[in-house]
């Protein structure tokens, strides 16, 4: 039983990786704190379900719609976030906070209060080895989160771009002394994660129920585990993730599932408390 749950928990804890690497990108180059992330994961789910559903468009054909339409309403957010001044992340909360009533509404208005859900019924196939059972989502979830980390370690490790960019989070006042287009990078960063927020949301309407006012629970995954890494440690995104997801796991099985949401909010209390530059971050 015990493998089970731990298979159950890398997986889990394996998508909350997806949810997490755009949120973490885009606040640490342009530190916009954006609580409408969540619900954009939502809006991409519900891109992907009305593809999938009212089309009959295979479900792999939906995630190119769903970053599409992630990408333009990150554009327009980027916009707005780009006329913000001093303290930018305050005044991002703000304007966020705004976005993501806008967004709730607007898809109360378009799909209802109903439940939606994404069924893919060869997710939840899979096989037996000796001890647990593996389901073909739990892989997908697991090597596609690796896979995403492996092109983002080359992009931001290997290119100009990614250097570029690992130092607009570091510094973007030092940045733009080097040279560096502090703005275009940050434009970059929304693109980047929008592209994540669009390969999440599908995969969140296959696991998750989509419902317009959902999204507060992303937001507080994504926030959590960027602030376990520490704010631009990309690296560590991975290793939060997955605690996270396994104690996610085991509460539900020691606890209930009624306590599944409690594990988030009490590891931010405690990572604020006593760790608030994160397990791998560094103070100022």
């Known amino acids: 039983m015990w493998t089970t749950i731990f298979v159950s928990g890398i997986s889990l804890g394996s998508f909350y990786v997806l949810v997490a690497l755009g949120f973490a ?3 640490g180059v342009t530190r916009n704190f954006n609580l409408a992330h969540g619900e954009l994961i939502v809006l991409a789910g519900y891109s992907a379900y009305w593809l999938w559903k009212a089309w009959a468009f295979p479900f792999v054909l939906t995630f190119p719609f769903a970053i599409l339409v992630i990408l333009l309403v990150c554009m327009g957010l980027q916009r707005l976030f780009s006329r913000l001044r001093d303290p930018i992340e305050l005044n991002s909360i703000v304007l966020s906070f705004g976005v993501a009533i806008l967004i ?10 109903n439940y939606r859900l994404i069924r893919i019924p060869i997710l939840s196939q899979g096989f037996r080895i000796p001890g647990f059972y593996v389901s073909y989502g739990q892989l997908t ?6 896979i995403i980390l492996g092109i983002l370690y080359v992009l931001m490790y290997r290119t100009y771009l990614g250097k570029a960019l690992r130092a ?11 040279g560096i287009n502090v703005a275009a990078m940050g434009t970059l960063a929304f693109c980047i994660g929008a592209l994540l927020i669009g390969l999440a949301g599908p995969l969140y309407g296959c696991i998750h129920y989509l419902y317009p006012t959902t999204g507060h629970e992303a937001t507080l995954v994504a926030i959590t585990i960027t602030i376990f890494a520490g704010v631009g440690r990309l690296g560590g995104i991975i290793l939060a993730g997955w605690i996270l997801g396994l104690a996610e796991s085991f509460t539900v099985v020691l606890c209930g599932a009624s ?7 009490v590891l931010l209390l405690t990572l604020l408390a006593f760790r608030p530059h994160g397990i791998l ?4």
Request: charged share 15%; net charge negative; with cysteine.
């Open 25 to 27: 990108l885009i606040f």
């Open 104 to 113: 709730q509404n607007s898809l109360l208005f378009c799909f209802s209060g």
């Open 141 to 146: 979830l697991f090597f596609l989160s690796l």
């Open 168 to 178: 607009t989070i570091q510094d973007k006042d030092a940045a733009a002394l080097a």
């Open 259 to 265: 306590w599944r949401e409690m594990v988030s909010a």
């Open 281 to 284: 971050g560094k103070g100022e």
